[in-house]
């Protein structure tokens, strides 16, 4: 079993920054890759950002160059550092740990960006 809790979000003015952190724990050895979502009302969860056991990252196309996803090995934990926000960035953030036999999310973060 993984656990992963989420936390950093708040609200912030466009152009602005927020760190968010996943702190996962339990069976951490088994994780593969950890992922960035987020979901806004109406829409689908969609993932934003993630990086695997290697530091090889991903990023959607609408966060390239905003944001940075990083890992601190000794915490067991990811950030997720988002720059330059903008108002279409407000969503929930999610936290998933993919391991060897299973996905964990964690209970999300409220992010919320004012124009």
């Known amino acids: 079993q993984v656990q992963v809790v989420e936390s950093g979000g708040g609200l912030v003015q466009a152009g602005g920054s927020l760190r968010l952190s996943c702190a996962a724990s339990g069976n951490t050895f088994s994780i593969n890759i950890i992922g960035w979502y987020r979901q806004a009302p109406g829409t689908q969860r969609e993932l934003v950002a993630s990086?695997?056991?290697?530091?090889?990252?991903y990023y959607a196309d609408s966060v390239k160059g905003r944001f940075t996803i990083s890992r601190d090995k000794t915490k067991n934990t990811v950030y997720l550092e988002m720059d330059s926000l903008k108002p279409e960035d407000t969503a929930v953030y999610y936290c998933?740990?993919?391991?060897?036999?299973?996905?964990?999310w964690g209970q999300g973060t409220q992010v919320t960006v004012s124009s």
């Open positions: 998933r740990a993919d391991a060897v036999l299973d996905g964990y």
């Open positions: 990086i695997d056991g290697g530091n090889r990252r």
